[in-house]
């Protein structure tokens, strides 16, 4: 089948999953599209993939499912037996019901998916786990996965004989209730809203940027990476019981797990 263009797709907060996508994205041999749903969008797109593209999918792992907010925009994406691949990155933990509750999510909205992948990364709330994860070995395996799933794009004359497996369960995990919510130092605060224009969930009040909606809030923490004061942070009393829990659960020689 001849390929038309490679869409990306993928969420990502503090720039790994999206290190992780273009890696694998640079061995596959087609033009491609990204669509970065990290960036806040006030009206979700409509997005229609054609029968012939190639769509690629990635995000990360919170409390082991797909953030909430992702699965939002992919209500609004659809495929028409579109051949796709999916990735998911975690912190070393586990991946739990991630990869199988995207897998199902694309595949639902008219996507073939033709591989699958988990990769094991640094943790945005506690980086001593995985860290610098995605090293050298790790990107290598990624660009092969990318190699793999470029052959199968080029060879296959039809999609439908692919049947991905991967792990987890449905009913999928209950998502864990977001307690981490960024707080802000007013003294450091210069109300520079670096921090508004960065939060993918439009927590943030761009008129007053020391105040956060914590509804919205899903603490990804791109607010905290993206403010150049250092007046936001996870309030310390809630997140060190959770590095605690993190420095038990977490083991940073964790291997990619790929499913072609």
């Not at 595949?107 to 994860?133: C, D, N, Q, T």
Request: aromatic share 10%; proline share 6%; with cysteine.
């Amino acid at each position: 089948m001849k390929m038309n263009e490679l869409k990306l797709v993928y969420f990502s907060p503090t720039g790994t999953t999206r290190k992780v996508i273009m890696e694998a994205a640079r061995s596959i041999d087609l033009k491609s599209v990204s669509h970065d749903f990290s960036v806040y969008k006030e009206k979700k797109p409509v997005l229609k993939f054609a029968d012939n593209d190639f769509a690629l999918f990635a995000a990360p792992v919170y409390g082991g499912r797909i953030p909430r907010l992702f699965t939002e925009y992919l209500e609004n994406i659809s495929g028409n037996h579109t051949p796709a691949a999916i990735i998911v990155t975690y912190g070393c933990r586990a991946y739990d019901d991630a990869l199988l509750e995207l897998k199902e999510t694309v595949e639902s909205h008219g996507f073939k998916v033709i591989g699958a992948a988990a990769f094991p990364v640094e943790h945005s709330l506690y980086p001593l786990a995985g860290a610098r994860r995605p090293n050298k070995s790790d990107l290598k395996i990624i660009g092969e996965y990318g190699i793999e799933l470029n052959r199968r794009i080029r060879k296959a004359d039809s999609f439908d004989s692919f049947e991905i497996q991967v792990p987890g369960n449905s009913p999928y995990k209950k998502y864990s209730k977001n307690s981490l919510f960024p707080g802000v130092d007013v003294s450091l605060c210069t109300e520079c809203k670096s921090c508004a224009k960065a939060c993918p969930a439009g927590a943030i009040s761009m008129k007053d940027p020391k105040k956060t909606d914590k509804k919205k809030c899903i603490g990804c923490m791109k607010c905290v990476r993206s403010c150049r004061q250092n007046a936001r942070a996870a309030n310390p009393l809630k997140l060190r019981p959770l590095e605690w829990y993190l420095k038990k659960k977490c083991q940073s020689d964790k291997k990619e797990e790929i499913f072609l």
